[in-house]
């Protein structure tokens, strides 16, 4: 669905900007339980091995270190410049890379590795270059035409002849973090980065024939304005990149600790944060990129781009991916896999990471078996979250119900919506209209049935704007 068919309608999302899951996964991480472990995830890799047609895999790679703090950060990293770490922590991967590369078929082929963190470029391109080797000693590979390999770039700290040696061990996509040009506001969150570093990587990886590049922005951050943005957005869109990622900061400083060196009086205001984000939509929808969903864009010829007209992108702890039909293994502290109709979750601090494996266990927190509801559920919230509809009829097929007697509950949820105009109900399809594009969350929340708590705790979310 093309950008020109996001209408931003600033009354409608001030009125619907909630705390709300972000849906990498439905159920979603919260619902994680800690009676799930080695012996459960060993079973659901066995009963994918027996499938007639090998399912291809996917492996994500979480490095959990940074140099130093970037105040608005909410994932799970270690701040430490000791890179003696790095390779401690490496000698570890190797040896869980070898327990589950035991649980699969060596006829599955991987056909996506992606590198998130923390900064996957704490360590050496040399580094990472051997942990692709090492995972093709274990795993089979896909031909190097077809198989994808990325990684998320701090261009602060990679160079060009890093990116040769990246390319050279296979990379073809990669993502750089920017956040923000402007100098004040780089300031505020502690990052500083240069334009100049910046775009040195992103021609650095044309020159050396990386597929696609995504650049990182963040709306909402402290001391952002109009005029600031805009030129960080300007610059941008002259590197050209192939893909973007448009971030809300989610300010939640009990939950993230750095997120309090932000004064919270040095926020945008609501009025300010939405005008933020209408600025980056009509720059992007102006210079040619589609909306893919959620806080995507990519250029009509870009992978994703083309994912989502044949109506097979998928969405996952990874984000948009085109890779739909595979498993997702996670390695490393805090990874999260996603084996057949189950999840599971690595420890997320080291130190229990770091037992685990030194005990020779697979590595297991917690997870979930996903049961037949979960499974239609995830299933019709995939639809909404790559595509913006939901095709009622081949969804009863699969499923082999009615659509509106199933969700029955949901239906007054839903109508309330088409009043507001952000979904089209038809027996047919449920379809995110124009307005409803950049509410996508919000639909999807109507078939999640955790979100009413059920022992009386309260998730915390980013919210939906």
């Known amino acids: ?49 027996g499938d007639p047609i090998p399912r291809p895999l996917s492996l994500y790679v979480h490095v959990p270190f940074c140099t130093s703090p970037c105040f608005y950060c909410g994932c799970n990293r270690i701040i430490t410049r000791d890179k003696a770490r790095g390779g401690a922590y490496l000698t570890r991967l190797y040896r869980e890379i070898g327990m589950m590369s035991g649980l699969f078929d060596r006829d599955r082929q991987v056909v ?23 995972i093709g000693n274990h795993f089979a590979y896909a031909d190097s035409k077809t198989r994808e390999l990325s990684i998320e770039l701090d261009p602060r700290f ?15 996509r990669a993502s750089l973090g920017v956040q923000d040009f402007d100098p004040v506001v780089q300031k505020a969150v502690n990052r500083i980065q240069s334009v100049e570093e910046t775009i040195a990587i992103i021609d650095s990886c044309r020159t050396h024939g990386f597929a696609s590049v995504n650049v990182d ?17 300007e610059i941008a869109l002259q590197a050209r990149p192939d893909r973007f990622a448009i971030y809300s900061y989610a300010h939640l400083p009990k939950l993230f600790r750095p997120q309090q060196q932000i004064r919270a009086e040095d926020l945008p205001s ?48 990874m984000g948009y991916t085109t890779c739909a039909d595979s498993d997702l293994i996670g390695l490393g502290v805090s990874a999260i896999s996603h084996i057949g109709p189950t999840f599971s979750q690595n420890p997320r601090d080291l130190p229990s990471w770091e037992r685990a494996i030194d005990e020779g266990r697979l590595p297991v927190w917690r997870g979930m078996n996903m049961d037949d509801d979960d499974l239609v559920r995830a299933d019709v919230i ?17 499923h082999m119900m009615d659509f ?20 089209e109900l038809s027996s047919r399809a449920i379809r995110a209209t124009p307005r409803g594009r ?15 708590p059920q022992d009386g705790t309260v998730t915390q979310f980013s919210r939906t704007v």
């Open 270 to 317: 609501p009025e300010v944060k939405l005008q933020l984000l209408q600025r980056a939509i009509e720059r992007l929808g102006a210079a040619g990129y589609v909306y893919i969903g959620m806080d995507h864009f990519a250029l009509p010829e870009d992978d994703l781009a083309r994912a989502q007209s044949r109506g097979d992108l998928h969405r996952n702890f």
């Open 217 to 233: 922005l963040i709306y909402g951050l402290p001391l952002q304005t109009l005029d600031g943005f805009d030129r960080t957005l």
């Open 1 to 49: 669905m093309a950008t020109s068919s996001v209408l931003f309608d600033p009354q409608l999302l001030a009125r619907y900007d909630r705390p709300g899951p972000r849906y990498t996964s439905y159920p979603t991480a919260p619902q994680f339980r800690a009676d799930f472990g080695p012996t459960l995830l060993r079973e659901a890799a066995a009963l994918t091995n």
């Open 404 to 423: 509106r007697d199933y969700f029955a509950h949901s239906w007054p949820q839903l109508e309330s919506l088409e009043r507001d105009g952000l979904v």
């Open 112 to 134: 996506q590795l992606h590198f998130g963190g923390g900064t996957p470029n704490f360590l050496s391109a040399e580094q990472i270059a051997e942990v692709v080797d090492v």
């Open 158 to 172: 990679v160079s060009p002849d890093d990116i040769r040696t990246l390319a050279q061990a296979g990379f073809n």
């Open 438 to 452: 950049l509410l996508l969350r919000v639909l999807a929340a109507c078939f999640d049935r955790y979100l009413v």
């Open 382 to 398: 995939q639809q909404l979250m790559c595509l913006g509809e939901i095709d009622v009829a081949q969804t009863e097929r699969r």
